[in-house]
């Protein structure tokens, strides 16, 4: 009998812009150690499978108590297009649904995804997908146009309008759509907002020394 829903916490081995940024020290152990943690104490999952291409990675997941998916190593490298790999992981595991999770948000913690799960249990029917979100309110452009905002009479900051940005922190879908559709977005979403620091995404060293500093400061 098929799980209802898999968390799915894909993990590499190494990464190009932050090199071993899943596995070298942040705070008092990794960003992919702080995951586990905070997933282990998430409530509403059936189950929680670990994806990787790397032994290490597994052997900590399982360790831990996590399920594990051996990846073949060629959906880890970065000219495989990433609707590939979701397809491909999706079509692995079993489960009915799946929430995608990435493991560089370190400063999204437990209540975050049990909260995310109560809301994809609970959202219409006319929703197809979850997806975490944060509301950016700043002024934007786009080719050259004022997206959000009137510049004559200029519009005052606090009256802006917000502009949904996706942020991966967690994406809750059907498992066959994201075989079928190699996505983690449906085509009706229901946005499950975040707040900033919660959405913050390990791109850059910048954003490593800066999530770390915090994480330290709130833990």
Known sequence: MSKEIVGLLPVKGNSER????????????????????QLSKAKGFDEIIVSSEEDMILSMAKKNGFGTHERDPKYSTSDIPMSDVYSYIASEIAGEDIAWINVTNPLADSDCYT????????????????????????????????LNFRSKPWEKSQNLTGVVEMTFVINILKRQKMVEWGSCVGTAPYFYNLSKLESWDIDFQEDFDFCEMMHNKIK
């Open 18 to 37: 932050v090199p071993m940024k899943n596995l070298r020290k942040f705070g008092d152990s990794s960003l992919f150690e702080l995951k586990l943690s």
């Open 115 to 146: 909260k995310a799960v109560e809301s994809y249990k609970r959202m219409d029917e006319k929703y197809d997908c979850l997806l975490s979100v944060s509301e950016v309110k700043d002024y934007l452009f786009h080719r050259g146009l004022p």
